[in-house]
Nanobody, 124 residues
């Protein structure tokens, strides 16, 4: 099991940037695919980005491709989400999630461990 704690959320103007961090504890971080998912008010939680255990490959939702970058540092047990060119429609609670193994997990029910979430608000 992996315990996850997100940080870095906040209020930013449209066009701005934020960097989210997710610190993990537990022995399985380095063998887990890590994902970022988000949930806007009144909407279902949706996939944003994922990164394989080695960090060698990443996958993005079309809505964030070219603007967001997911990365990880296995030595620090941390995964990041750099968000640039933010839009009001990016406003949501962002969750870090983990799933042991290698694969592209796009549904939230595919992830085993979750953080508490961090709020990102983009003003127009």
């Amino acid at each position: 099991q992996v315990q996850l704690v997100e940080s870095g959320g906040g209020l930013v103007q449209a066009g701005g940037s934020l960097r989210l961090s997710c610190a993990a504890s537990g022995r399985t971080f380095s063998v887990s695919t890590m994902g970022w998912l988000r949930q806007a008010p009144g909407k279902e939680r949706e996939f944003v980005a994922a990164i394989l255990p080695s960090g060698s490959s990443t996958y993005y939702a079309n809505s964030v491709k070219g603007r967001f970058t997911i990365s990880r540092d296995n030595a620090k047990n941390t995964v990041y989400l750099q968000m640039n060119s933010l839009k009001p429609e990016d406003t949501a609670v962002y969750y870090c999630a983990a799933r042991r193994g290698t694969g592209w997990y796009l549904r939230d029910d595919e992830y085993e461990d979750w953080g508490q979430g961090t709020q990102v608000t983009v003003s127009s």
